[in-house]
């Protein structure tokens, strides 16, 4: 035991550069919300919630100017009726493409769960409905094949550019969006009307800006990821232009209802205290990712991205040899965590996934993965994507098991 507390101590001197710029990142990232709590005049009537159809729910409006204003749009929707993060980007592609459009990728496949969105017959996919699929991989070294990217867009004037800021079940980078305002300045000037979207999961608030301050029209993402903070129970957020968002609230709910309903009897004040933390809480994760990816290389294993690289988002994996080192990794997560640290997580078959999974969520909300939390599909290479912590020192004892079994 004092072995691992010293090896911990070293791996912590060794990034001390890292945690500083992690602290500074959630200074500046408290700083925006707050001002936004403040310009909205949030006060504990926001938090009561509304019934039936939901007219003139405060605390669900001044949500969504709280999330336009920190995240740099002009209007959003944020809402425990968007069940996931794959139902707010469905609604999303839904809600801005029509028959015949074309949806171009310019960051290869999108995550897993979205497969069934785009592709299929007589399953209502985008396929089902006659929208054209255009894709475009990054390249090796995880960044937009720029000269590709323009060259498709020029011809096609595609109705939307597609992008996943995260990494999903891929081996490659995240994505910054400092990196993302020339590709979007350019993407506009040779096709003004494109719509420029960005799955932001695990995204927000690693680092000071979002995508939508370079341009992007619209980011979507998951309230049990980030931005949730570890408190909102469930939903989704979509923040972007007006023009974006009007368009995609008609598919949200329909076409004369739009942001006017929808109601969540238990109150939005876990969503607000969420948003609150959220800053605070991603630095938390942040600052675990580095300390297990710090662990492991040491012990001689692949990580990504290195811990000498900026990470664009929560995520850490490991890279495994074997499918039994993997499965242990994930095990050693459950075994350590608050809720149903006595269960043991197998690969299956999920929902969305065409691969078996393997997923350890001991989470107090169900699934959350700003919470401690691994997930991998056991395919090789055998990939642990590890993520979150609502505490650091919950992270630290965590690496403290894995000093002990690698
Ligand atoms: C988690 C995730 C999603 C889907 O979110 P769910 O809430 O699990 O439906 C989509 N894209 C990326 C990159 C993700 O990480």
């Known amino acids: ?20 710029e992690i602290d500074d990142i959630a200074f500046y990232n408290q700083k925006k919300v707050l001002d936004a709590f403040n310009e909205f005049r949030v006060s504990s009537q926001c938090f009561h919630g509304s019934t039936g159809y939901g007219y003139d729910d405060v605390g669900r409006d001044t949500l969504a100017k709280i999330y336009a204003k920190v995240f740099g749009g002009e209007k959003a929707i944020v809402s425990p009726i968007l069940t996931c993060g794959t139902h707010a980007i469905t609604t999303v592609l839904y809600g801005i493409l029509r028959s015949g459009d074309t ?23 985008l396929e089902d409905y006659g929208v054209i699929y255009k894709q475009i991989d990054l390249k090796e070294n995880s960044e937009f094949d720029l000269e590709k990217i323009f060259a498709e867009v020029e011809a096609l004037k595609p109705k939307m550019v597609y992008l996943q800021r995260s990494r999903g079940y891929s081996n490659r980078k995240a994505l910054s969006p400092y990196k993302m305002k020339e590709l979007f300045e350019g993407v506009k000037k040779l096709s003004p009307e494109t719509y420029i979207v960005v799955d932001n999961c695990y995204g927000e608030f ?38 974006a968002i009007d368009l995609i609230a008609t598919r949200y709910t329909n076409p004369s209802l739009k942001l006017e309903l929808g109601s969540f009897e238990m109150g939005y004040r876990m969503f607000y205290q969420g948003f609150f933390m959220s800053p605070h809480t991603v630095a938390q994760a942040l600052k675990g990712c580095f300390l297990v990816g710090q662990i492991m290389q040491d012990k001689g294993y692949k990580i990504i991205p290195e811990n000498n690289e900026k990470p664009q988002d929560i995520i850490k994996s490991v890279v495994f040899n074997t499918p039994e080192e993997l499965i242990k990794f994930v095990q050693t997560v459950q075994t350590i965590s608050p809720v149903d640290s006595f269960a043991l997580p197998l690969p299956w078959d ?57």
Not at 1 to 20: R, S, V
């Open 206 to 243: 690693v680092d000071r800006i979002e995508p939508t301050n370079v341009g992007a029209d619209v980011i979507v993402g998951s309230l049990i990821k980030n931005p949730g903070g570890g408190l909102a129970p469930t939903g989704g957020y979509i923040v972007g232009t007006e023009k």
């Open 1 to 20: 035991m004092a072995d691992a507390t010293i090896i911990i101590k070293e791996a912590e001197k060794k990034l001390a550069k890292q945690f500083e």
């Open 350 to 406: 999920m929902p969305g996934y065409n691969d078996q999974v393997i997923m350890a969520a001991g989470t107090f909300v169900g699934g959350a993965s700003l919470e401690l939390s691994c997930d991998s599909p056991i395919r090789a290479p055998y990939i642990a994507y590890f993520q979150g912590g609502l505490t650091y020192e919950h992270v630290k004892m965590f690496a403290e098991k894995l000093i002990e079994l690698y």
């Open 103 to 125: 949806m171009l990728t310019v960051t290869g496949l999108p995550y897993d769960t979205i497969h069934d969105t785009l592709f299929g017959k007589g399953n209502s996919s």
